[in-house]
């Protein structure tokens, strides 16, 4: 049975896209077979982040009308040989995915022997959000410590737990945190939510917290999910939430604000 | 904090935004069909008819919830009687 994980948030720019790129390279990685999917229709970019931008030739969209089959249009990547994407259409037209066209897709991903598979909502609770959450197994909800994102994130996890497969079978979706961008020395100065802060409001528990990071943009840059610059805590950070994921316990890393200097005791900054 | 923070002294805004979140998330769940179903308004309008034949009772006396007890529900009504119930 393929696993399937919603990544989602509600609100956009939180960082779906790269936690999506970041979550199945960190499962690849581990060895697992994993398909990741660009639910936002119109607005491909999971193929920019993966790198993959020039290699898409036929999309999500071609395959649900049948102008293309699976095989086709998945794209392997060229860093781990049990990976592969399937990008979003470019098309204008909102209602191309229909319910019984993203089944038949995931169904034939598991029957092709993916472990997961990744779907990387795009923002709203429009259409694309709804069919890119409906049949998940586990939702990993992307939230910023910040007042829209947490409300947004409320409203989601609202539909998770009522128009989804599993709200309908009288199952629970596994609802998880991931806390992005955040700043532990701004939590500790009073001016930002804590990870503590976020779970009570939301009511969820934290998988995972990647810190504010100059590497996420430099990564996204390159094409090459954040995940892979192993020296950096924002990619040590995604491979911890990965893990824990599959089940490992490990400490939260990067949460406390960093031991200042001397010089910047006496005079802050 | 550095000895001249005092200078600039920030409000901890963290506290107002959590503050403001609670409220705003439990106003929408409440509003949410999930947790409440659109029968309870009927059911508490009916109930109260009901109550009415025997007693005379505020609109407010009949609360009817149903309140999640993890995978169980309750129906949980209650029926504030007035102190001197007069016959309606």
């Keep these: 049975m393929a696993e399937i994980i919603v990544v989602t948030s509600g609100k956009g720019g939180v960082g779906k896209t790269t936690t999506s790129a970041s979550l199945a390279c960190g499962l690849a990685r581990r060895g697992h077979k994993v398909a990741v999917i660009d639910f936002d229709v119109g607005l491909r970019n999971l193929d920019l982040i993966m790198g993959c931008e020039r290699r898409v030739v036929y999309d999500f969209v071609n395959v649900v009308n049948g102008e293309a089959n699976l095989k086709q249009a998945l794209i392997k990547d060229k860093r781990f040989e049990n990976l592969y994407v399937l990008a979003a259409s470019q098309t204008r037209d909102k209602d191309a995915l229909t ?8 169904d034939d991903l598991a029957t092709e022997g993916f472990d997961y598979i990744v779907c990387d909502s795009p923002a709203g609770i429009e259409k694309g959000a709804y069919l890119a959450m409906y049949f998940a197994d586990q939702a990993l909800v992307v939230v910023n410590p910040e007042v829209s994102s947490v409300r947004d994130s409320d409203r989601i996890l609202g539909l998770l737990a009522s128009k989804t497969r599993r709200a309908e079978n009288g199952e629970r979706i596994k609802e998880h945190l991931l806390l992005t961008r955040y700043s532990p020395n701004r939590v500790e100065t009073g001016e930002m939510l804590s990870v503590g802060d976020v779970e009570e409001i939301l009511g969820l528990k934290t998988i995972g917290v990647i810190p504010e990071s100059p ?11 954040v995940i892979l610059e192993t020296e950096s805590n924002a990619a040590q950070a995604y491979d911890d939430a990965v893990a824990r994921l599959l089940g490992d316990t490990r400490p939260m890393r990067f949460i406390t604000a960093e031991k200042k200097g001397f010089f910047s005791k006496i005079f802050g900054g | 904090m550095g000895l001249f923070d005092f200078l600039l002294a920030k409000k901890q805004t963290a506290t107002i935004a959590k503050d403001r979140l609670r409220i705003i998330v439990a106003h929408e769940r409440a509003g949410r069909g999930g947790s409440s179903p659109d029968y309870l308004p009927m059911l508490q309008r009916e109930l109260l008819e009901v109550i009415r034949k025997y007693i005379n009772v505020d609109a407010e006396a009949v609360k009817v919830d149903l309140i999640g007890d993890g995978d169980s529900k309750v129906l949980d009504i209650s029926v504030a009687l007035p102190e001197n119930p007069a016959q309606a």
């Design chain 1, 99 to 106: 319910k019984e066209g993203v089944q038949k897709v995931l």
């Design chain 1, 215 to 225: 590497d996420v943009l430099n990564a996204s840059n390159k094409g090459e999910p």
